[in-house]
C-alpha cells in the first residue's frame, strides 16, 4: 500500500474506489432500499393482503415494531459475530438475509407471514452497515478514512431514493423482487474481497474479542460507549418522529393540503445525501470528526425551530423544509465511524453494529414520550420538548467523547 505521504490524486481515487469500499457502499445501497422501500410500500400491501382501514395503522406499526425488533437482536448477533469470525462474515451474511427476506416479502399471502419476514429483515439489516463502516475504517489510511465512509453513507441514502422511483415504477411485490435481487448479485463480488488486515493481526494473536460484557463491565467504556448512542439521538428524532408523522405535523400547522409522507421521506433522504457529503468533506477539510457533527446538530436544532414554530403555509415549503432538515441530518456516517473508532480492534464491530440500531430502536422510546407530551401541550410543542431533549444530550456526549480524526486504530481494548 502507498503510503499516505507518497498518496498522489489518482492513488487517492483508486483506494478509495478497491473493492472493499465500493461493496461496503453497494451494501448499504441495497440495505437502506429494503428500509425505506417498507415504508413506502407499507399502505398498498396491507390492502393487497384484506387489511381492513381502519387496521392500516395499527398493523403497519405492528410490522414496523417486528422489523424493529429484528435490528435491536440483530445489531447485537451481527456486531459480536463481526469481531469473533470477521467482517466479511458480517458483511455478506447480513446481506444474504435481508436478500432473501425481501424476496419472501414479494410471496406473502397473511398478516403473519409479512410480520414473520419484516422480523427476518430486520436481523440482516441490522449487521451491514456497522460492519462496512468497520472494513472501510480499517483498510483505508488514517487521514482519508472519512472519504471512505461518507462514500458509503451516500450510496445508502440513493438506495433509499431508488426505493422511491422503483415503488413507483413497479407493483408492491416486485418491488421487494429487485431489492432481493440486487443483494444477491452484491454477493458476487464476496470471492475478490480479503479481510481486514487489523482483525486478522487481533486474531492470529488469540485476543478476546466480541466480548459484550466488556462493554459493561468498565465503567469509563461503558460511559463512552453511551455517549455514541447519544450522539446519534437527533437524526432518529427527525426521521423517526418529524417527518414519519409529517402529515400529522402537517394538519397541525394548519397546511390546507395534506402532507404525502412518503414523499416527505423521500425528499428527506434526498437532502439527507448531500448532508452526508458535505459533513465528510468538512471533517476531511476541518480534521475534525466533532466538530463537523457539532455544527450539524447545531444546523439541525435550527431548522427543527423552524419546522415546528414558523408559520409555514403552503405545502411546497413544508417540502423544502424537509430537505434542509434532511441536509442537515447528514452526518449518520460520521457518528457511527466515531464510534468504530473509539474502542478497539477486538471490541470495533460489536460497537459500530450495536451503536445504529440502538439509535434506531430508541425512537420507540423517544415516540412514547412525544405521544405523552402530545396529550399535554399538543404536537407541536411536545415534538419540541423531546427536539430540545434529544439536543441537549447529542452536544453533553460530543463534548466528552474524544477526538478521533487522526486516531490510530491498531490497538485492542484490555
Known sequence: MISETQTTPKSLTQQLLQLPVMVAALGYLVDMYDLFLFSVVRVPSLKALGTAPDRLLPDGIMLLNMQMAGMLLGGIFWGVLGDKRGRLSVLFGSILIYSLANIGNGFVTTLDQYALLRFVAGVGLAGELGAGITLVTEVLPTRIRGYGTTIVATMGVLGAILAYFVADWFDWRNAYFVGGGLGLLLLLLRVKILES??????????????????????KTRFLKYLQCILVGLPIWFVVGILITFSPEFGQAM???????AGKAVMLTFVGQTFGDIASGLLSQRWQSRKRAIRAFVGLSFGFVLVYLLAPISELNSFYLLCIALG????YWALFVTIAAELFGTNLRATVATTVPNFVRGAVIPLAALFVFGKAQVGVLYSALGVGVLVVGLALWALSSIEETFHKELNYVED
Open 254 to 260: 394548519g397546511l390546507t393540503e395534506p402532507v404525502v
Open 327 to 330: 441536509f442537515a441530518n447528514g
Open 197 to 218: 488486515p487489523a482483525f486478522e493481526t487481533v486474531r492470529a494473536k488469540q485476543i478476546k474479542r466480541g466480548d459484550l460484557l466488556m462493554l459493561f463491565s468498565d
